[in-house]
């Protein structure tokens, strides 16, 4: 799982700006590195384990929150384009009545 920062401790790009405790997500998966069998290393992913478990509800949420403004926006552009439509209907009619008008002009 990629941690990208917590509610508290937001990622930043610039590293001056980096919260020192905030750990970097490593290249590789979670767990596919051949495990160490010293007692350190076995409690310290235990630990990392609890914390990517603490930040599975963030993770969800922020996938939930892209997905809700990914379909807003996807509302906003029907929107947008059923006035447009609209506003084109509207223009054609006013097209044709100016068109009858003229031509009812000339023909008197």
Known sequence: ???TGTIDRPTTHDP???DPTMQRPSPEP???STPTLDAFSAIAS???RNLEM???PEALA???MHDRLREAESQRKAVRLAAARRMQRRAERASL????????AVMQ
């Not at 009545?97 to 009812?104: I, T």
């Open 62 to 64: 922020r996938a939930h």
């Open 97 to 104: 009545r100016a068109r009858r008008a003229l031509a009812m």
């Open 30 to 32: 979670f767990g596919s």
């Open 16 to 18: 001056k700006k980096q």
């Open 54 to 56: 603490q930040l599975i």
């Open 1 to 3: 799982m990629i941690t």
């Open 46 to 48: 235990r630990q990392n």
